[in-house]
């Protein structure tokens, strides 16, 4: 009695767009978790994974993560501006970001490419300039530190690289229409 073949397991690498924090990894995790797919590597704008050509086709996969707001990425171009984009997520929200090192420093050090270069790329590739896209990324963190309430303006000022307080709420009134200091007043009434 002949046993069973196993089918060949096919293993891919794909770059997504649209992956910006943790929860989009455990929720691809999460959904992925199919009969027939085992995910390998999981990180913000990547995805390694092997499937069961005979349980899932790469059709199905593609439906699953666009279902979820996620796009596949196939030009070289773009998946480097998602590096990038990714690369400056990471700086400001979850590591802890250094004020001392300019964005510009941190983006040519990392890719090895010239910093205008880069800025030009994802100004090409994206609906937004790569300062501005750094920008309302920087004022969500300031949003998210002044709702933990544990540091003052100065202090998140300073953090966030801003030379001052009037600085930052300058930058924050541009992005948010509101002053810093009303936003926290907001968030102490609602509180």
Same mark, same amino acid.
């Given at each position: 009695m002949p046993g069973k073949r196993k089918s060949a397991l096919i293993r891919k690498t794909i770059h997504v767009k649209n992956m910006v924090c943790n929860c989009c990894i455990?929720?691809?995790?999460?959904e992925l978790a199919i009969d027939?797919?085992?995910?390998?590597? =999981?990180?913000l704008g990547c995805l390694e994974f092997s499937y069961d050509p005979k349980k899932v086709s790469l059709k199905i996969i593609h439906g699953l993560l666009e279902q979820y707001g996620f796009e596949i990425i196939i030009d070289k171009e773009k998946i480097l501006v998602e590096q990038i984009r990714q690369a400056m997520i990471?700086?400001?929200h979850n590591s802890t970001y250094n004020a001392m090192?300019?964005?510009s420093d941190y983006l040519v050090e990392r890719f090895g490419m010239s910093y205008p270069y880069i800025s030009s790329l994802f100004s090409k590739h994206e609906k937004i300039t790569l300062?501005?896209?750094? =920008?309302m990324h920087k004022i969500e963190k300031v949003k998210e530190l002044i709702m933990y309430g544990n540091l003052t303006l100065s202090e998140i000022?300073?953090?966030?690289?801003?030379?001052?307080v009037q600085y930052l709420?300058?930058?924050?009134?541009?992005?948010?229409g509101v002053s810093v200091t009303d936003y926290k007043s907001?968030?102490?009434r609602e509180q």
């Open positions: 455990h929720l691809l995790r999460k027939g797919i085992t995910v390998h590597d =999981i990180r990471d700086l400001i090192v300019r964005n300062e501005k896209f750094t =920008i000022a300073y953090m966030m690289g801003y030379s001052s709420s300058t930058q924050f009134r541009s992005v948010t907001d968030l102490n």
